[in-house]
């Protein structure tokens, strides 16, 4: 089960990182062990001062597939999640200036926390999903899978071009502007439309 990671796909996320707007879907990976343990608790790791949250949609892989076409893509998926991608924003910084990877900020273990479940898309369209975050009771992002410099499909036909995608891979398909620290104590709460699927405290 692989974990792909889209970077940089809401402009206004792009503006408020100061990072140009990419050109082709930009994508990193993220290993099984990012995934946190449903029920259990975050707890803020020791090699960082400048942890971030980052809510993302996920859309989960229901059929192999290689060289994907995009008009074909939705056959792939009929159901979307949410995430949080924390990322060590200090070591990440330090990445860039040093033009390393960012596997150290990214990848770490149980960095890439989901919801409770999957929500059917049935009788939905991907490109029209509101999704929020909550910090301590109060929204910090808000943001509709309408506002994607690429769609799902044509994330799924792009990565499909380099890897097979597989019966469970997940894929996280970028945040929306006001991504922001977490402290140990804060209380994170993620939604799709009105329905709450992020329910994680940081200790």
Not at 23 to 29: A, R
Not at 105 to 131: M, V, Y
Not at 174 to 198: A, C, F, N, R, S
Request: charged fraction near 25%.
């Amino acid at each position: 089960m692989k974990i792909i990671c889209i970077g940089r796909n809401y402009a206004d996320h792009a503006k408020e990182m100061n990072s140009p707007l990419p050109e082709v879907p930009m994508f990193f990976m993220k290993p099984d062990t990012a995934l946190l343990p449903k029920k259990n608790p975050f707890y803020y790791p020791n090699f960082t001062k400048d942890l971030h949250y980052e809510c993302e949609l996920v859309i989960k892989i229901n059929k192999l597939g290689k060289n994907i076409s995009e008009k074909y893509a939705h056959e792939y998926y009929d159901h979307v999640g949410i995430g949080i991608d924390f990322t060590a924003r200090d070591l990440q910084k330090i990445c860039k200036e040093k033009g390393h990877p960012w596997e150290i900020a990214k990848s770490f273990e149980h960095s890439a926390p989901l919801g409770t479940h999957f929500l059917p898309l049935e009788g939905k369209n991907i490109q029209n999903i509101d999704f929020r975050l909550e910090k301590n009771g109060k929204i910090v992002q808000e943001g509709s899978s309408k506002d994607m410099i690429f769609s799902v499909d044509q994330i799924i036909a792009y990565l499909s071009k380099f890897m097979t995608l597989k019966i469970g891979d997940l894929i996280f398909t970028g945040t929306p502007e006001g991504v922001g620290p977490v402290q140990i104590g804060d209380h994170l709460e993620g939604y799709i439309g009105d329905e709450k699927l992020l329910n994680l405290k940081i200790k």
